[in-house]
């Protein structure tokens, strides 16, 4: 597969080393690979969304270029990043738009699945909102929501991609979506 993980380590490499042909080289090789990741994300956005997929890859790539300076690692550490910030984009999108209902009443039951098929911009606010919670007490649980939810990775992908392995993944994710479910719900969240 051309744009394979030598390639883009090297590029991400030589762009961290002021090459400056590197970036150029780098868009061809992940553009196919950042395509497919936020077609799997507008696909469960709401019918109607003003951003599409095109939309959301290209701003994903100018946010990342903006922080090539500070170093991919390797082509998982950038895909990892992609994954962020298409939630970033996605979340500051349904900011703009205003649609964050106001008022003290909390949410009865937060349906994660319907979520992920196009829930309203308010659910991805919330998500958003205990993501974030998450991350302070265990990043690499947030990070593996990050990749199945925002990129659209399978479990065994985004094990791969974590560097851990199935079995594991699969716990992280049910004890993630539990988590988060009850912090989206409003109640406390365990601080494991």
Known sequence: MLGGVADVTY???????????????????????LRRLAGAQ??????????????????????LAGEAGAGFANRRHFFA???RAMRHILVEHARGKGRRKRGGGQREHPDLDA????GPAEDLLALHDALDQLAAHDPVKAQLV?????????????AESLDVSPSTADRAWRYARAWLY????GGESEKK
Do not use: C, K, N
């Open 42 to 63: 507008m696909a469960r956005e709401r019918a109607g969304h003003t951003l599409d997929a095109t939309a959301l890859v290209h701003e994903a790539y100018l946010r």
């Open 182 to 185: 009850t912090a989206m719900a």
């Open 115 to 118: 979520l992920a098929v196009g």
């Open 11 to 33: 590029l991400l490499t030589a762009i961290e080393r002021g090459d400056p042909d590197a970036a150029g080289q780098l868009w061809p090789l992940v553009y196919d690979e």
């Open 81 to 83: 990043a992609a994954a």
């Open 146 to 158: 990050e990749l199945r939810f925002f990129a659209g990775l399978t479990l065994e992908q985004a």
